[in-house]
């Protein structure tokens, strides 16, 4: 699906980012407000043992992979630079819900970097996933995370079953066709 104008696409996307960054930030600080002290042990269910809301900080990046602060900002930043470039060489032409999805990603990665600055090097984690009959235990998580994770996967599906390269244009008729008037035969 194509947009007449691209650039209320585009707009749309930067929304989508906004909408994330004000959605996590709020839930962040709602957690920290009332599930402090973080590791506490208090657990709010949400969905019997499944699904909890449980405070922790997370001084690392996703599922615990880079330990030093800098580092990760360093390439937290890296990484939004080259989502950038990605979105103005391949996607800002392309179809609407490719901008919405890294519309996503960016406000994700933009709200845990503003995470990151604001609490001192950590961020708000909450989300506690996991299914007690069979042990298992998710990495806990908070909305920014669920939105880059959720968006990546989306687009990798759609980038899988899809060209997202412009789509071709028609064969012209060759001129020594169109010339040729109708019943007679070619040169």
């Not at 330990?67 to 939004?80: E, F, K």
């Not at 819900?97 to 990665?109: D, R, T």
Request: hydrophobic share 50%; proline share 5%; glycine share 6%.
């Amino acid at each position: 699906m194509k947009t007449k104008k691209p650039v209320y696409s585009h707009l749309l996307a930067a929304l989508c980012a906004i909408c994330v960054i004000i959605v996590d930030q709020w839930t962040k600080n709602m957690v920290v407000e009332r599930l402090s002290p973080p590791d506490s042990g208090r657990i709010v269910s949400l969905l019997g043992d499944y699904l909890s809301l449980y405070y922790i900080q997370n001084w690392n990046s996703a599922m615990g992979l880079f330990t030093n602060p800098i580092l990760l900002v360093i390439l937290i930043s890296v990484a939004m630079l080259v989502l950038v470039t990605l979105y103005i060489r391949w996607f800002s032409r392309g179809p609407l819900v490719y901008k919405i999805l890294f519309g996503l990603i960016m406000g994700g990665a933009i709200g845990n970097l503003l995470d990151r600055f604001i609490r001192g090097g950590y961020v708000v984690d909450f989300i506690y996933f996991r299914i007690p009959q069979i042990g298992f235990k998710f990495y806990i998580f908070n909305v920014a995370d669920a939105a880059i994770s959720v968006a990546v996967f989306l687009l990798f599906v759609f980038m899988l079953f899809t060209d997202i390269r412009q789509p071709k244009k028609p064969e012209t008729v060759s001129t020594v066709q169109s010339l040729t008037p109708a019943g007679s035969e070619k040169p």
